[in-house]
Structure formats: structure tokens, C-alpha cells
């Protein structure tokens, strides 16, 4: 895509960098990996922070705590039952690890590490292995009845075996490729939209006015790619508690 001879490289911010100089250069720290770390501290500044007063009456930072615990708490509840509250760590990390990875990357030169396949499978292969080992700890061998449902005809059973290991074994493909895919598609579309404003605006007197309309576009493109940060977020962390479900109560 080109205007002018110009053209629209929208794909350069999702490129890693090494931060910190040689040093960073020589463990390979990118922006990525900068920005993870600031997730992590900003998260637990956060919930540390936000609750050291456990006032009657909270403020806004204590009422946000709050309110992001309660939340994913009865997420987690909802959809595993009382069981499900020994996950709800488990779970409120990577809610809020992947949600201020994503609102992270709505600020300028900043970087969405969730932008990254590496990164979300990783978190999708974690979710993975944490439901095979609880649905083996609690269930042991009548796990593997779970690729067999109880009552279904045994005549089907090459049909069905294979079609459910299929299906588990996508879990953390599906998990991975969503959250990815839609961070990259949002990112790739502002920095579309940017670019016409600035391409467009240079075009003499008449430019500013039909930079106008990709301006407008671009703003209301940033609301709701502040709402697909939010709904991502929650969809990883609503799948998870679903996927513990499945492995408390095997089925």
C-alpha cells in the first residue's frame, strides 16, 4: 500500500529489539520481555499498593483491587464451583498479566507483548499442562474415559476417540491463536488508519480536511480496541476456568 511513494509498514512495531544496550543485546531482553517485566510490577503494585489500607470505605486504587478480584473470583467460581477457588490465583494472574499486556500496548511507543504467538502459547501451553495434571491428580486412570463419553455406543469409538484427543489437543492452539490474532489484527489496523492521517494531512490545503475522516476512524478505533484489550482478556481467563471445569469435574 503506498501514497506518494510512501508506504504504510504496519508491521514493524510487532519487530523485537534488544533494550538495554550491549547487555541486553548479549541475554537477548527486548521490549518485549521490558515490557512483561513491567506488567508484572505494575500488577502486583497494584494489588499490594491497593489493598494496604483495607479501609471500611475504599478509595479508587483499593476499589479497583477490589473490583478486579471480585470479578475474575466470581468468574472462576461460576464456571469450576466452590472446587475452583484453589485456582483462582492461578487464574487472577494470568487475567491481569494478559490484560495489562494488552492495555500496555495502547500507549504510545509502547510494545503489546501479546502481539506474539511465542507469548500467548506459552501462557496457552501453561494453561494446558495445569489441566492434565489436576484432571490425572483428582481423577487418575478414569481421566482417559473423558475421550470416551459414558453411554456413547463402543462401535463409535474409533470415531470418537480420535475426534476428542483432536479437540483437547487444540486448546492450546485455539487459546494462543485468538488472543494473538486479535492484538495483531487491532494493532495492525491503528497503524493503518495513523498513517492515512499523516499521508493524507500532507496534501496542501485541502489535506487537513481529508485527514478528517481516517482521524475519526482512528479514534474510534482506539475505544474499541481499548474494549477488545478488556474482552480478551476476560475470554482467556473465562476459557481457562471452563478447561478447569472439564478437569474438576471430567466432563
Not at 499486556?101 to 501479546?114: E, H, I, K, Q
Not at 478505533?221 to 476456568?241: D, K, N, P, R
Request: proline share 4%; aromatic share 14%; charged share 10%.
Amino acid at each position: 500500500m503506498a501514497a506518494e511513494g510512501q508506504t504504510i509498514d504496519a508491521l514493524s512495531q510487532f519487530e523485537l529489539t534488544p533494550v538495554l544496550g550491549k547487555v541486553g543485546a548479549s541475554v537477548g531482553f527486548t521490549q518485549s520481555a521490558a515490557h512483561m517485566l513491567l506488567a508484572a510490577v505494575l500488577i502486583t503494585a497494584l494489588v499490594m499498593y491497593g489493598m494496604s489500607k483495607r479501609a471500611v470505605v475504599p478509595g479508587r486504587l483499593q476499589a479497583l483491587t477490589e473490583s478486579a478480584y471480585e470479578f475474575v473470583q466470581n468468574l472462576v467460581v461460576g464456571q469450576v464451583g466452590e472446587e475452583g477457588k484453589r485456582f483462582f490465583p492461578f487464574v487472577f494472574t494470568l487475567f491481569m498479566f494478559v490484560l495489562f499486556g494488552n492495555m500496555l500496548g495502547m500507549l504510545p511507543y509502547a510494545f503489546t507483548y501479546t502481539s506474539h504467538i511465542a507469548v500467548t502459547f506459552t501462557l496457552a501451553a501453561i494453561v494446558f499442562v495445569l489441566i492434565t495434571v489436576v484432571a490425572l491428580v483428582l481423577h487418575g486412570k478414569k481421566f482417559f474415559g473423558y475421550f470416551f463419553p459414558e453411554g456413547a455406543p463402543i462401535w463409535l469409538a474409533p470415531i470418537i476417540i480420535p475426534v476428542e484427543i483432536v479437540s483437547y489437543l487444540s486448546r492450546p492452539i485455539s487459546l494462543s491463536i485468538r488472543l494473538f490474532a486479535n492484538m495483531v489484527a487491532g494493532h495492525v489496523m491503528l497503524k493503518v488508519f495513523a498513517t492515512f492521517v499523516v499521508l493524507l494531512g500532507g496534501l496542501g490545503a485541502i489535506g487537513p480536511f481529508v485527514a478528517a475522516l481516517p482521524l475519526a476512524v482512528n479514534i474510534a478505533l482506539v475505544g474499541f480496541e481499548l474494549l477488545v484489550a478488556f474482552l480478551q482478556a476476560y475470554v482467556f481467563a473465562i476459557l481457562t476456568s471452563i478447561y478447569l471445569h472439564d478437569a474438576v469435574h471430567l466432563h
